[in-house]
């Protein structure tokens, strides 16, 4: 899988160490080298029973700034949870963002505008590299908002789940179940030999998926360096089911 890269500008490079690759030496600008949320995670949902949630792909839930030892903090700015996205992506350029973020990153409920409003809130202000004083002075209230949404729907570009899976012909089955072992190395050639963590509703049930990154560089221009979980799947070993959507 190749190195994730945005087409923004941070002024930052990624010449530097990894987030959570320089734990001898703190990080002396934290606008070009996220700290402490250095362990970014993608996670994405398959969702059964979602109005118009694509048949053959997964959605998106987030991309989390964890800490590098798992921990992670929320809700960092509350003066910056901003309302209305689709209306901040639109004003800024970033219409074709937002057609893709109606398609592929759905509340299980239909209000996708409160889904994305907490997102933002709950973990995009907790990315050291998204803080406003690491913005040039005459960005436009919410830039920095508008650029995290670019980079999570970029990210989760490269992270094609669901044909990963139906190479190794893993596909959504009534009566077809599969075990953890199979899935898992699945989605390890797919990606190029990482390792992601499944997560199973009743231990079951295919649910959602998590891949992991260290960062060089700002969110909004930087390398996502791959790495595989740290944590252990939540699916039983076998019998996992595969569910097709119904919505």
């Not at 890269?5 to 320089?22: D, F, H, I, V």
Request: charged share 15%; with cysteine; net charge negative.
């Amino acid at each position: 899988m190749n190195f994730f890269q945005s087409s923004g500008s941070s002024g930052c490079g990624t010449s530097g160490p990894a987030s959570c690759q320089n734990a001898n030496t703190p990080a002396a600008d934290t606008c070009c080298y996220e700290s402490p949320g250095g362990l970014i995670m993608q996670t994405q949902v398959w969702d059964t029973d979602v109005a118009g949630s694509p048949e053959d792909s997964w959605t998106i839930h987030g991309l989390w700034p964890d800490n590098c030892d798992g921990t992670y903090i929320e809700d960092c700015d509350p003066s910056r949870d901003y309302k209305n996205i689709a209306g901040l992506l639109e004003s800024q350029g970033a219409s074709s963002t937002l057609e893709f973020m109606q398609q592929y990153w759905l509340n299980d409920d239909g209000s996708n505008e409160k889904f994305w409003e907490h997102e933002w809130a709950t973990h995009g202000t907790c990315y050291s590299t998204l803080n406003v004083d690491c913005l040039p002075s005459d960005s436009p209230t919410g830039a920095e908002a508008v650029a995290f949404f670019e980079t999570v729907v970029r990210v989760f570009k490269t992270l094609p789940t669901y044909d990963w899976l139906a190479q190794a012909g893993i596909t959504p089955s009534y009566s077809q179940t599969y075990s953890l072992s199979d899935l898992l190395s699945a989605l390890e050639a797919g990606s190029g030999g990482y390792t992601p963590t499944l997560g199973c509703s009743r231990s079951d049930k295919l649910s959602s998926v998590s891949w992991y990154f260290n960062l060089k560089g700002s969110v909004i221009d930087g390398d996502f360096v791959p790495i595989s979980t740290l944590h252990d799947s939540t699916c039983l070993s076998s019998g996992i089911q595969y569910l097709p959507k119904e919505g």
